[in-house]
Nanobody, 124 residues
Framework: QVQLVESGGGLVQAGGSLRLSCVASGRTFSSYTMGWFRQAPGKEREFVGGINWTGGSTRYADSVKGRFTISRDNAKNTVYLQMNSLKPEDTAVYFC?????????????????WGQGTQVTVSS
């Protein structure tokens, strides 16, 4: 069992930056592929980006490529999402998720554990 707790959300102006953190419980964090998803009101949950267990492979949605960066620190059981050049359309609840299998994919159903989410609001 893995428990995930996100933090770092808040209100920021367009063009600003935020860094989200997701801390995982358990001793096997380093074996999990981690993903970040987001969900805006009235919309489906969508993939933002993911990172494999070593941190050597990442994948991003086209909408955030070049602006967002995912990293992880396995010694701290933490995965990060650095968000730069934020836009109002980035406003959503952001979730981190963990999956046992090694592929970094974009399908929410493939992820086994989820955090409770953290709100990110970008004002214009």
């Amino acid at each position: 069992q893995v428990q995930l707790v996100e933090s770092g959300g808040g209100l920021v102006q367009a063009g600003g930056s935020l860094r989200l953190s997701c801390v995982a419980s358990g001793r096997t964090f380093s074996s999990y592929t981690m993903g970040w998803f987001r969900q805006a009101p009235g919309k489906e949950r969508e993939f933002v980006g993911g990172i494999n267990w070593t941190g050597g492979s990442t994948r991003y949605a086209d909408s955030v490529k070049g602006r967002f960066t995912i990293s992880r620190d396995n010694a701290k059981n933490t995965v990060y999402l650095q968000m730069n050049s934020l836009k109002p359309e980035d406003t959503a609840v952001y979730f981190c998720a963990a999956k046992r299998t090694i592929s970094v994919n974009y399908i929410p159903h493939d992820y086994d554990y989820w955090g409770q989410g953290t709100q990110v609001t970008v004002s214009s």
